[in-house]
């Protein structure tokens, strides 16, 4: 009666997994309690996933890629990529399918696939196509690449372990790679000529956004890149050793000092020893109480005159830049700080205030950089704000993200928090991000610690190091994604509990164990493929691993091809988006539905099936 209802649970299961009427993971989650209501499991059995190493790991990993898109890594990526591509879809194809494909060899598939989807989707729309155009080749090429080398993906592990148990030389680290290279290869041929056309064109919300687009309105709409001067402060200049407030630069000359930049740490160091080095290159917001010292550079904000009154008075120099569109990102935008644009309501408090440019709004945190009325940049110093008035603020992305919550009735256009993952500019940050992934590598090729362990560690050290902030990390990861794989590791636990798998298995090599052993070696392929569209590729592997062992032996043929056969087609879950986690973790940010991965997956799992029953008996003869 188990089976029999196990078997109902997942026919409905898959038949609502297609229909695609409800969330994914709440057709899991209904699948995980069918199977505990019908007694099919007992509690823990049921909540197993919750409990699952693999869920945690995935969890981290997502966290850990967060801190790679927070810190410029994936925009820097994506810009690369489609540098490289030339603005070609098809390349951008290949170069995003061998990424993966190569990463995957030596860090998880779920690793690869966190790191590298949010650079896919900024490649994807920088490109003008759609993630759903890309992030399929992603998962399918990661899947692939774990065949690359024995630590790749799990089954290779369980595979060869199978060997050494039994007595028989295990697996080599690269040798998987006879088989793992030709299949990358395919992969990524079908995806250039055949795949692509078969790839949905699923319209999503995440969009990022194109903060050079951005910049270039703001330079045509607000004028933000006039009268604006970079300055050197000599070694005559009376501002030396002197604080900002001590000149009433705003009063006095009309000038707003809007960044400084220390120009010779070492120098600094040895007259002012206790200054951190942290203060040592930008002071992005300098305050009255910011002390000037020889060879600073002061970027300043006036009208012409007011400049050169100033650059006479002080001995200062002038450092010639053309303010361009790059030149103005680099200048004014970096990973800790940011830019906006702020729209005034009718009823906004800022209505019939009079405010200069270049001020600083103590309360908020932010500078106000340009203004605009109508259409058109308002040139003045100082502005009697009206209704409708536009201004372009610059401030730490955090305090530009919550100044709705200190001013009332004033608009910011776009997400400050999606325009700061586009930032491709690095900074120090960004190194302890690329830090911690290099660790996470190391850790997991050389199973220093386990894959779960090893992702938290290193998920704390992105949080701790302020790579992540705390507060955005639980944002940051997929919920939906990891609900459902948990949900669904139950129904893995059901299929071998109740004896289905091993019945369906012990059958199978029964019917073809008379005939060719290439015979044997497709039907073990075709079983465990079969077997891994809803187990998890692991049990998958653990379960037909043994029986591949022992048919080969009864059969007086080398076990070898069998092994390597159960891990690839482990790794072949094409079809269902609950076959892989790293199928999983793409279906939201692709807009993938149930039937996308049968439809691009089916030609890729037959050309595997033909390619492997050719390339295995030559590579590991019978």
Request: hydrophobic share 50%; with cysteine.
């Amino acid at each position: 009666m188990s089976m029999t209802g196990l078997l109902i649970i997942l026919s409905i299961t898959i038949v609502l997994f297609i229909w695609g009427k409800f969330p994914p993971d709440v057709v899991a989650l209904m699948s995980m309690l069918a199977l505990y209501l019908m007694g099919i499991l007992d509690l823990p059995e049921t909540l197993s996933g919750f409990s699952n190493p693999t869920v945690i790991m995935i969890a981290a990993l997502f966290i850990i890629g967060e801190g790679l898109s927070r810190t410029g890594w994936t925009a820097l990526a994506g810009r690369k990529f489609v540098e490289w591509a030339e603005k070609s879809v098809s390349k951008l194809l290949v170069i995003v399918t061998l990424g993966s494909g190569l990463l995957s060899g030596f860090v998880s598939n779920t690793g690869t696939v966190a790191a590298l989807l949010p650079v896919t989707v900024s490649a994807a729309w920088s490109a003008g196509t759609l993630p759903s155009k890309l992030l399929m080749p992603v998962a399918f090429g990661s899947n692939t690449g774990g065949l690359l080398t024995l630590t790749g993906t799990p089954p290779n592990i369980i595979v060869s372990n199978t060997l050494a148990e039994n007595g028989m030389e295990a697996f080599s680290f690269f040798e998987f790679a006879l088989i793992g290279l030709p299949l990358l290869l395919i992969t990524i041929l079908y995806f250039r000529y055949v795949g692509h056309r078969l790839l949905p064109s699923r319209k999503t919300e995440n969009r990022p956004i194109n903060i050079d687009s951005e910049m270039h309105k703001w330079i045509g709409h607000y004028s933000i890149g006039d009268n604006m001067y970079r300055l050197r402060i000599r070694s005559m200049s009376p501002l030396i050793d002197t604080k900002i407030e001590d000149w009433k630069f705003e009063e006095k000359y009309n000038v707003s000092i809007m960044r400084l930049r220390r120009r010779h740490p070492d120098h600094l160091r040895r007259r002012h020893p206790r200054i951190m080095n942290g203060n040592l290159s930008y002071v992005e917001f300098p305050t009255p109480q910011t002390e000037m010292r020889y060879h600073d550079i002061i970027t300043v904000k006036g009208e012409d005159e007011a400049v050169d009154k100033l650059i006479l008075e002080f001995h200062l120099g002038v450092i010639p830049v053309a303010y361009e569109e790059q030149e103005l990102k680099k200048e004014l935008i970096t990973q800790e700080v940011g830019m906006a644009e702020l729209i005034i309501t009718p009823t906004s408090f800022f209505v019939g205030r009079t405010v200069p440019l270049g001020q600083y709004l103590d309360k908020a945190g932010v500078q106000l950089l340009g203004a605009s009325r109508d259409g058109k940049p308002l040139t003045e110093k100082n502005i009697k704000i009206e209704a409708g008035d536009g201004f372009i603020i610059r401030g730490a992305w955090e305090n530009i993200e919550s100044l709705k919550s200190v001013y009332d009735n004033i608009v910011i256009s776009g997400s400050p928090e999606a325009m700061s993952k586009n930032v491709d500019v690095l900074s120090p940050r960004s190194y302890v991000a690329l830090g911690t992934l290099i660790l996470m590598i190391l850790l997991l090729v050389f199973e220093l610690l386990p894959g779960s362990i090893a992702a938290l560690v290193c998920a704390g050290i992105m949080m701790l190091t302020g790579c992540v902030p705390i507060s955005k990390a639980y944002k940051g990861i997929s919920w939906t994604s990891v609900v459902m794989i948990a949900a669904m590791i139950p129904m893995g636990v059901a299929l071998q509990k109740t004896g289905a798998a091993e019945m369906a298995s012990t059958s199978l090599v029964e019917a073809l164990g008379n005939f060719h052993p290439v015979a044997l070696l497709g039907g073990i392929f075709l079983l465990t493929t079969i077997l891994s569209q809803t187990i998890n590729n692991s049990a998958t592997a653990v379960l037909m691993a043994p029986i591949a062992y022992m048919a080969a032996i009864s059969l007086g043929v080398s076990p070898k091809p069998f092994m390597i056969a159960v891990a690839i087609s482990a790794s072949t879950a094409f079809l269902t988006p609950v076959g892989t986690t790293t199928n999983a973790m793409i279906i939201t940010a692709g807009g993938y539905k149930f039937l996308d991965y049968v439809k691009v997956g089916a030609p890729l799992l037959l050309l595997f099936f033909f390619v492997t029953l050719f390339l295995v008996p030559l590579f590991w003869p019978f």
